[in-house]
């Protein structure tokens, strides 16, 4: 079982959720790091998203923003994001002002730009991984 212990060698940050990005991608770390790679290229315009709503007062446009980045973080198996931004999308819909969203606005874009951070890190490991071990 060649593509067994392939799997096992290359090992992602405890953060992201390693047999969930298995279950995706099997071991096609080479499909992983495209996949990497697009979330990073569209990462700022939908993060940037995000921050236009927010200062723009428009909690509707905020929560879309923040359901258009959502996924993102499941396909790069940081689930854990994904479901902080699926509660901060709910919260969206039960508030009326945006001054009720002030502290979890801060908390949830400081995780997205350290998730950004982890993510490049990764991306950059992961590149050379494959950059070591293409057949």
Do not use: W
Request: glycine share 2%; aromatic share 14%.
């Amino acid at each position: 079982m060649n593509n067994q212990s392939l799997s096992k060698t290359f090992v992602f940050n405890e953060k992201f959720d390693h047999e969930y990005l298995f279950n995706l991608y099997a071991d096609d770390f080479g499909y992983v790091e495209e996949i990497f790679s697009i979330t990073l290229q569209h990462f700022d315009p939908d993060f940037e998203a995000i921050h236009v709503a927010y200062a723009l007062d428009n909690v509707s446009d905020l929560k879309k923003a923040v359901h258009k980045i959502k996924p993102t973080f499941g396909f790069v198996g940081l689930t854990a994001i994904q479901d902080q931004c699926k509660d901060f999308e709910d919260l969206c819909q039960d508030v009326m002002t945006m001054s009720e969203l002030t502290a979890e606005y801060k908390q949830i874009v400081t995780t997205l730009a350290d998730s950004k951070k982890l993510l490049e890190t990764e991306y950059r490991r992961l590149k050379e991984f494959n950059a070591n071990h293409s057949l």
